[in-house]
């Protein structure tokens, strides 16, 4: 990776943490509705997203909310979206980033589809999708991973196990020793990585985008951490989480980290932090007010895209 | 004019669809290799290739959700449904994607899927082979729903599907696949959605169906000719649904049988009951019934003769609305 890539990848990382930082704090202040916090994800959402292409297909369920910042989706669409907002809608095809998903694994066999269209029309394009550890549990998770391999689909399954499915333990989840081991029920390879060394999420992406695009097929990642985060700002983990582990686990915190690493390699100063840190906060500034300024969304809405060539009777209440 | 059995006027459709959109994908279980279990994709993988007709793992949620993601890749995947109650697996898909996919994007990507399966009962088959669910398809936001009841529609209804911007999901009614024959428009044909059919003109008793019951509302008709004179009103499209020829048919006669397969309690008959009513309560002189299955599984099929509405049934509820 040249410097320039090296910090163009700290910019995502802070970028994402400091949406996250500023959501929880605009829930509190009510200004956006409940929000599912991906504190100390961003390691594995800028590194993954890192090895690909602007034509590759990003599929996020709602832990990657804001992923589509990394491909300069501006912040307000995400915003919104948290504040039940149709201006939240954005159309997938203008940045290559699905629709976040809400239902557990539901979306990944959307990648495993649009993975193997994308090879039936001969067309380049990799899927990654993203998804938690309780996501391996579902069926839809099978069925779609089972169906990208058979298919020998362009698709990059990245597992976010932060070993907490709500306040359901990975232990709970699985008697597998490790999710990467599901890989082999499947023909496919099972990675399994730091999810807070981003170079490490970066390096496992980049293998995977790259074997998938030579026609090598689905990659399994697992990228293990400990949720060091409530699961959403409606959540109160102390009733479950040992909560001198998540203070150890904060204290290794990703974005720290990898900014101790550009330090030691040279490539970071105080100036570059304070610039990076305020141009994203900036940006945050911007996106609350710009989607506080907007009109309350038209009640017309309630009917304007439920279909294409909607039927005679839908407004009838 | 070609003289076809319902089932081949699906797989007819299906050819000519194929052959004219290059965009249009079938997929399903058994649909390549054995031409799909009622042969209703026969000859598509040898002729299309098996790129176009695409033999799929057997994961029925897995596989519509793979068309919402063929869909964002520039295709128009036709998902066969080996059969109705094997359907119910891919009910996540549909109801949390399928259906609100295009909305969640704000109206900008569309989602024309088309899911095609054969329903209903009477063909002496196990368990869960017989089950008719429109009522779940209809209820869920952002899907269409039409059930042919003769090989002419099964092919215009199919195409009209294909060719639609939105989810469509059509019924295919087994009982009548092979036995349901009739003339079929060569080439191109379609049956727009949201038309009912008089399947027969009458002046004194509307009997609204559709698939299957169609005919068994004809021959209860045909039983009943020197009692009542009665219409038979095809809905052929249950959304978007023709009221106003229901409508028109209620304000000819005033009298109304609505039959399905389906169970009774919240049955497609319970919403035509509903909207006739709202809209036409003054034109009635008697009560709306409903012939219909009822609320248990579907039975065994030493029994199933007991279970699905006969022309006996029928014929019972006219006599009942005359006398």
């Known amino acids: 990776m040249s410097e320039s890539e090296l910090l163009e990848l700290y910019r995502r990382m802070v970028l994402l943490r400091t949406y996250d930082e500023r959501s929880v704090v605009y829930h509190r202040q009510g200004r956006i509705g409940t929000y599912a916090i991906f504190w100390n994800h961003e390691a594995i959402q ?66 495993a589809g649009l993975a193997w269209g994308k090879k039936l029309r001969g067309e380049s394009g990799v899927a990654m999708a993203f998804f938690g550890d309780g996501a391996t549990s579902e069926g839809a998770f099978h069925e779609g991973v089972n169906l990208a391999a058979v298919m020998n689909a362009p698709a990059v399954f990245v597992c976010n196990n932060n070993q907490w499915a709500i306040s359901t333990p990975i232990e709970a989840q699985t008697r597998a020793e490790t999710l990467a081991d ?21 390096e496992a992406a980049r293998e ?110 | ?112 899927i088309t899911i095609r399966m054969p329903y209903g009962g009477g063909v002496r088959a196990p368990e869960l082979h017989d089950d008719s669910p429109e009522t779940y398809y209809v209820h869920a936001s952002g899907i269409k729903v039409a059930i042919p009841s003769t090989p002419a529609d099964a092919k215009g209804l199919l195409a009209a599907a294909i060719r639609d911007p939105d989810p469509v999901v059509i019924f295919e009614p087994k009982f009548v696949y092979r036995t349901a024959r009739g003339e079929v428009p060569e080439g191109e044909h379609i049956v727009p959605l949201g038309r009912a059919r008089i399947a027969r003109e009458g002046a004194d008793v509307t009997l609204i169906a559709y698939g299957a019951m169609v005919p068994v509302c004809e021959r209860a008709a045909d039983e009943l000719a020197g009692e009542a004179s009665c219409e038979v009103v095809d809905i052929r499209s249950l959304r978007p649904l023709d009221e106003e020829t229901i409508l ?60 699905v509405p006969s022309v006996e049934r029928v014929a019972a509820a006219v006599r009942k609305l005359i006398a």
């Open chain 1, 182 to 202: 599901k890989a082999a029920g499947y023909g496919i390879p099972g990675v399994r990585v730091d999810g807070l060394d981003v170079l490490a999420v970066y």
């Open chain 2, 1 to 112: 004019m070609a003289e076809l059995t319902l089932v081949e006027a699906v797989n007819d459709a299906l050819h000519t669809e194929l052959a004219r959109d290059d965009n249009v994908l079938v997929l399903g279980e058994d649909v390549g290799r054995a031409g799909g279990v009622f042969r209703a994709t026969a000859g598509l993988r040898d002729r299309f290739g098996p790129d176009r007709c695409i033999d799929m793992p057997l994961a029925e949620a897995g596989m519509l959700g793979a068309a919402v993601g063929l869909c964002m890749a520039g295709w128009r995947p036709v998902v066969e449904m080996q059969y109705d109650a094997f359907s119910y697996p891919a009910l996540d898909q549909l109801i949390t994607h399928v259906g609100r996919y295009h909305w969640r994007t704000g109206g900008r990507m569309q989602f024309p």
């Open chain 2, 248 to 307: 028109a048919s209620v304000a000819k006669t005033g009298r109304v049988v609505i039959v399905h397969e389906a169970p009774r309690t919240v049955g497609f008959g319970a919403e035509i009951a509903a909207i006739i009513a709202e809209r036409a309560i003054f034109d009635l002189q008697g009560p709306v019934l409903r012939v219909t299955g009822f609320d248990v599984p579907y039975p065994y099929w030493t029994i199933e003769d007991s279970y």
């Open chain 1, 208 to 317: 995977a985008v790259e074997r998938a695009r030579a026609g090598g097929g689905p990659t399994l990642i697992e990228a293990v951490h400990y949720r060091a985060a409530p699961h959403a700002t409606a959540d109160d983990p102390s009733a479950y989480i040992d909560l001198a582990r998540v203070d150890e686990e904060r204290a290794h915190e990703c974005v720290g980290r990898y900014e101790s690493f550009l330090r030691d390699a040279g490539l970071l100063t105080d100036e570059l932090v304070a610039s990076v840190r305020k141009d994203a906060e900036d940006l945050m500034r911007a996106a609350i007010a710009a989607v506080e300024a907007e009109a309350p969304p038209d009640p017309e809405l309630l009917f304007t895209h439920a279909y294409v060539d909607p039927p005679p009777n839908m407004r009838n209440g």
């Open chain 1, 46 to 111: 800028a590194g993954a997203t890192f090895a690909l292409d602007d034509d590759d297909w990003i599929f996020p369920s709602y832990r990657e909310s804001a992923i589509g910042l990394v491909r300069g989706m501006p912040a307000e669409t995400i915003l919104h979206w948290w504040r039940g907002h149709p201006s939240g809608w954005w159309n997938p095809a203008e940045w290559n980033v699905a629709s976040i998903c809400v239902p557990i694994a539901t979306h990944v066999p959307h990648a």
